[in-house]
């Protein structure tokens, strides 16, 4: 079973910096690509930075220029440096992993997506 496991939210003033990890765990063989998703209150849920397993990454507009998105594959993590923190960024921050091949007696199978469970950012004015 291969699962996901967001930390490093909490509450902070607009302005300040947090640093968002993701850790897969079970019997992984490679993941393709993984994101981080926010959910604001009362709205749907939306990519805020994507990066694949050969580091190319995308962000949603308003993350561009505040936030970094990075990996170690090597230690199926990842990470979301926010800085600039502003109270719109506020919500729930999931780990999503795309591809997600794993181990099974005599082979490997694939997970076309997981997610985590989430881990809650919130910015005051």
């Known amino acids: 079973q291969v699962q996901l496991a967001e930390s490093g939210g909490g509450s902070v003033q607009a302005g300040e910096s947090l640093r968002l990890s993701c850790s897969a765990s079970g019997p992984i063989h490679s993941i393709w690509a993984m994101g981080w998703y926010r959910q604001a209150p009362g709205k749907q849920r939306e990519l805020v930075a994507s990066i694949t397993r050969e580091n190319a990454a995308t962000y949603q507009d308003s993350s561009k220029g505040r936030f970094a998105i990075s990996r170690d594959n090597a230690e199926n993590m990842m990470f979301l440096q926010m800085d600039s923190l502003e109270p719109e960024d506020t919500g729930v921050y999931y780990c999503?992993?795309?591809?997600?091949?794993?181990?099974?007696?005599?082979?490997?199978?694939?997970?076309?997506?997981?997610w985590g469970h989430g881990t809650e950012v919130t910015v005051s004015a």
């Open positions: 999503k992993a795309e591809g997600v091949r794993y181990y099974i007696a005599g082979g490997t199978n694939e997970y076309r997506e997981v």
